[in-house]
């Protein structure tokens, strides 16, 4: 959206006080994200923006409340936010296919160094705590052309980190069998890794969110395939597709997994990090848990502690289960109070503080690439810089000078309260 206004000939300002308009493009996966939405909204109106226009998932589920709130002049529903810049700006779509634009960082103090693109939208599963289905609609996936275009534009942008995202990523391909994007097999995920890492000069690519039973050990070979020459070596030093794996766990509980409908199980999910990690050395891999799903029993939980002890995951988010009105779930016996659902996160919570330290305290001592996401603080030593490795471990360090977007190669000297503090190696 960003660029399809920019290439209107308008410019991206860093702070609401600032803008004519804003577009608040809204999420309601919890309800706290729905609240967080809600006071974005209120902000920008707040801090003066001439327009608030309003999309996204919560948007699309709650027109009527998000109309409601102050200074909004538009809704604009999921299925035509591609078309919303063109809409607002009563230009013909087609004008945004004439010239195409690099695509720039957006600015501001959290200027993200990398760029995500989308490359599916939708899910076909139907997991019974997801409202996301009911706000996306059905799997979808964007041809592997434009998704190159749009790599290469974020490139000629300077961009050094691409991060693949969709709804459900993993799906992506798997809706062109019985449209004419189908070629003589279906096209799938991996197909759409290895043309990025082929056909463009990506220095790094990330893979956003993977739902565990869509990947099996011939898609860890992408990692150690004849793409990297020089093989485990390359991989040891950083690797152009990132050594980092997010894959939701949502339960360690067999049961409760199959309440969420979810298509896996503690057995299959741990033969799949065993089977990841022995293909991609060092790999980390982070989860995320919903804690207090109805239902949940004191030893349900208890089985769930134990599997997050057992893969000593390298970091993870814990959701406190938030009914979302619509799902299955919402509707389900023994929901449970909510102060136990907050003891039971700050359990788990810490069950994953434990096992991210474990895995950064690994690394001490060797040498990795950075590339610096943020240079925003100038102290009597330098200027503070932090980042992340391919295998997502945050590292600050000081530098003479601000070096944001820059890819370094650091020592990782020791760990610090959020990370792990560097030298660069000049
Ligand atoms: S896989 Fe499940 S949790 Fe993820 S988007 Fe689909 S239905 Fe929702």
């Given at each position: 959206?960003?660029?399809?206004?920019?290439?209107?000939?308008?410019?991206i300002v860093a702070t609401a006080t600032n803008a004519d308009l804003a577009v608040i493009n809204t999420c309601t996966v919890t309800g706290e994200a729905a609240s967080d939405s809600r006071a974005a909204v209120r902000r920008a109106n707040r801090l003066g923006a001439g327009q608030v226009v309003v999309t996204g998932c919560w948007a699309t589920l709650e027109p009527g409340q998000a109309a409601a709130l102050p200074g909004v002049r538009k809704i604009v529903p999921n299925q035509h936010k591609d078309a919303l810049a063109a809409d607002l700006l009563e230009l013909p779509r087609e004008f945004f296919d004439l010239e195409p634009l690099s695509r720039t960082p957006l600015p501001g103090l959290h200027a993200r160094t990398r760029a995500f693109i989308k490359v599916q939208d939708g899910c076909d599963n139907a997991c019974t705590f997801c409202i996301t289905t009911v706000a996306r609609g059905a799997s979808r996936s964007r041809p592997l052309d434009e998704i190159l275009a749009d790599v290469q534009s974020a490139l000629e942008g300077g961009t050094k980190e691409i991060v693949l995202t969709g709804v459900h990523l993993g799906s992506w391909g798997l809706d062109f069998s019985t449209s004419p994007e189908a070629g003589p097999s279906q096209p799938c995920l991996p197909d759409l890794i290895s043309a990025l890492l082929t056909r463009t000069s990506v220095p790094r690519l990330r893979l956003s969110s993977l739902e565990p039973w869509d990947l099996d050990a011939s898609f860890f070979t992408l990692w150690t395939s004849s793409l990297f020459p020089s093989g485990t070596k390359a991989l040891e030093a950083g690797s152009q597709l990132c050594r980092h794996l997010h894959l939701p766990l949502q339960s360690g509980s067999a049961r409760v997994l199959k309440r969420m409908a979810r298509k896996t199980d503690p057995d299959s999910f741990a033969a799949l990090v065993e089977s990841a990690r022995n293909f991609?050395?060092?790999?980390?891999?982070?989860?995320?848990?919903?804690?207090?799903?109805?239902?949940?029993?004191?030893?349900?939980f208890a089985e769930t502690l134990e599997f997050v002890r057992a893969m000593n995951f390298a970091g993870g988010h814990v959701f406190t289960y938030s009914a979302r009105p619509g799902t299955p779930a919402a509707r389900m016996r023994g929901q449970v109070p909510h102060e136990v659902r907050k003891e039971r996160s700050a359990l788990l919570r810490g069950v994953f503080a434990k096992s991210a330290r474990a895995y950064q305290s690994r690394f001490v001592g060797q040498r990795l690439p950075v590339l610096?996401?943020?240079?925003?603080r100038l102290t009597d030593s330098g200027w503070t810089l932090e980042g992340l490795t391919d295998n997502y471990l945050r590292v600050t360090a000081v530098a003479p000078e601000p070096r944001w977007n820059v890819l370094d190669d650091v020592l990782l000297v020791n760990l610090t309260e959020n990370g792990i503090a560097g030298r660069i190696q000049f």
């Open positions: 959206m960003a660029r399809q206004f920019r290439a209107a000939g308008h410019e991609i050395p060092q790999v980390a891999i982070t989860t995320d848990v919903i804690v207090g799903f109805p239902g949940e029993t004191e030893a349900e610096w996401e943020s240079t925003d």
